[in-house]
């Protein structure tokens, strides 16, 4: 564990327990063992054949804390969610989507709009992006209860032939870059956060291309994500530059609804599903030139240096640290 982690990771935050969690855990881990990647990174990745490592990836969205309400329209945005979010740990890992298994807590309801019509409606979402991303549904459990909706994805992928990329591989000296635009993902009416686009085919296509020392994708806001490629590289530090930051439009919105800046936004509201990643000078060198032939954009925003610490670059040449305060479950 780094000295930046205990900093910024209070024992009584979401961060916090998980590190915590992380040192507790029972480890299979025997040298010879199966698990190359535990705790700590977008997936773990999971050695049971000498080939390819196989990676695997939950995450739960929550009636009351990922969205309000129970409409037919929003139900399908969130099966469609509650996979594309892990879509997106596995595009983090450089890796090939496999198959999902689906647990569903669905409130107990009768009638015409009753709890299996909720179920329904939640996999016709989950279908849509399965169906996008070549996912195979192969299993869940279905539950009812006199509690909110809670819908958790388990996804299963495996590595390309060139193995996974990590959170950990970062390098003093490399170069910074995110896909897309960021901030302003919860702005009404958008709500952009319902419909993330996950990044596999980016991700594949930039792993095949290049040497990527690092990667993460911006679930938490890409001062906190940046962060935890810094952590989980060994403690080093960043410099981004301010005026490179791809703003979403967005966040422009939302800055003019509640007077944060935009470049606020894009830092630290999260839910964005792009890429961040590292790549050596020469890589980058490339990769700025490159043909992205995707409808999305890529941009160098900064460089990852031995000093520890995330700070920013401001247009007049001043620098200052930037807190990577993302979400925490427990505060915000
Ligand atoms: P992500 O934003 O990519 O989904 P998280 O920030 O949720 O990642 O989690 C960070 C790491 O901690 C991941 O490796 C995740 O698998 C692990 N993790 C989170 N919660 C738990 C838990 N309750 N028990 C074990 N591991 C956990
Ligand atoms: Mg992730």
Redesign the pocket.
């Known amino acids: 564990m780094s000295l930046i982690s205990h900093m910024n990771t209070p024992s009584g935050s979401e961060?916090g327990l998980?590190d915590w969690?992380?040192r507790h855990?029972p480890q299979a881990n025997t040298p010879g063992g199966h698990v190359v990647t535990g705790?700590?990174?977008?997936c773990?990745a999971l050695r049971f054949t000498p080939e390819r490592e196989v990676v695997v990836?939950?995450?739960m969205l929550m009636e009351g804390r990922h969205f309000r309400g129970l409409d037919g329209d929003l139900l399908a945005l969130v099966g469609y969610k509650a996979l594309g979010v892990n879509l997106s740990?596995i595009a983090?890992m450089a890796a090939i989507p496999r198959s999902a298994t689906v647990a569903v807590a669905l409130p107990r309801r009768r009638g015409e709009f009753g709890s299996a019509e909720i179920g329904r409606r939640i996999h016709q979402g989950l279908t849509t992006m399965a169906e996008r991303f070549d996912v195979a549904l192969v299993g869940g459990d279905t539950n009812a209860w006199d509690g909110p909706l809670v819908v958790s994805v388990t996804l299963l992928g495996e590595a390309t032939e060139r193995g996974l990329v990590r959170r950990a591989g970062a390098r003093a000296g490399d170069a910074i870059f995110v896909t897309g635009r960021l901030g302003g993902s919860n702005s009404e009416p958008n709500q952009r956060h319902l419909s993330p686009f996950p990044r596999i085919r980016e991700a594949l296509t930039l792993h095949a291309a290049f040497d990527l020392h690092a990667m993460i994708?911006i679930?938490?806001g890409l001062a906190a994500d940046l962060g935890h490629i810094l952590e989980e590289s060994g403690g080093l530090g960043a410099v981004i530059e301010a005026d490179r930051i791809p703003i979403h439009e967005d966040a422009r919105e939302m800055s003019r609804a509640d007077g944060r800046s935009p470049l606020e936004h894009a830092l630290h509201d999260g839910e964005d599903f792009e890429l961040c990643l590292t790549v050596a000078p020469e890589a980058a060198d490339q990769l700025r030139g490159w043909d992205w032939r995707g409808s999305n954009e890529i941009n160098e925003i900064g460089v990852i240096t031995r000093e520890p610490g995330l700070r920013m670059r401001f247009r007049d040449g001043r620098i200052e640290a930037l807190e990577p305060r993302g979400f925490d479950h427990f505060r915000d």
């Open positions: 961060f998980i969690i992380r855990a705790i700590g990174d977008d773990a990836t939950t995450d740990d983090a994708d679930s938490d």
